[in-house]
């Protein structure tokens, strides 16, 4: 019997891209009964938590910083207080993408939501966004949310892959997430311009995915575009699909040398929300 789901993480700036991430994980906490971990990452003394009352008042500057920071929390929640959802603030200093792994394991995290402006250009090449690199860091699925989602349906989901095995599990965690939204799941290939057309291998194992689609509605979908890029951005434009998810590898050779990868791009470049799944990582060891 799988894992139930009850643990959203969601890493705050407070920011107004912050809140749609809430908004989100709240909605998504609703349909699993689930409760909600909202994170701020702050900069104080590294003893700051066994402090005395005494000591902290000898630094001001980090005093104020920390009621500051209370008082947003505060903020946040009272906004929230009639969601239904249990909404626990923590903090701590240290970068976020040090800190990740810790939270997820700590208060066993079951989905992250994060809030992201995109990346492109010089920025995307060295730096990405802070969502494509948690999503390279924690091992569950991290959704990422650049507007805000309305109604936040999800009647149709794509899930855009090569079909290959590390992408089962990955698969089955995208169904035990969203089966309660009673979405349409939509396989989709994208074949390259080297391809031209799906190969009847690749619709075999989209078939063996579309067997593994055990609670919800499942369609296979094969196209060919200019690139793979292009081809789910099209896809998605067009079908006015809800959500798209992809999976990367977080240990791959090619992960760690060649950031542009197309998982990484569609994080990045994307309007609608994606949902990065890592993949199985004992699979792609064996090839």
Known sequence: MSKLIKNILVPTDFSTHSEYALQAAIKFARKISGQIYLYHRI??????????????????????????????????????????????????????????EQLVDKFDIDLVVMGSEGADGLKEMFLGSNAQKVSNIVDVPVLIIKHPIGDFYLKDVVFASDF?????????????????????????????VKEFVVQEDTLEKMKEFEKLCWALPCEIHGKADQSVEMGVQHYMTNSRADLLCVVHHQKGPFEKIFRGSVSGKLINHLECPVLSLPADEREFEKK
């Open 164 to 192: 290959n095995e590390d992408a089962k599990k990955p698969f089955t965690e995208l169904i035990r997430l969203i089966q309660n939204f009673g979405s349409t799941i939509h396989l989709l290939y994208i074949a390259s």
């Open 43 to 100: 900069h104080l003394h590294p003893d700051w938590n066994i402090f005395t009352d005494e000591e902290k008042e000898c630094r001001p500057n980090l005093l104020k910083k920390e009621q500051a920071m209370m008082e947003e929390f505060n903020k946040v929640i009272e906004r929230n207080m009639h969601s239904g959802i249990r909404i626990n603030s923590i903090y701590s200093s240290g970068d976020l993408m040090d800190r990740a």
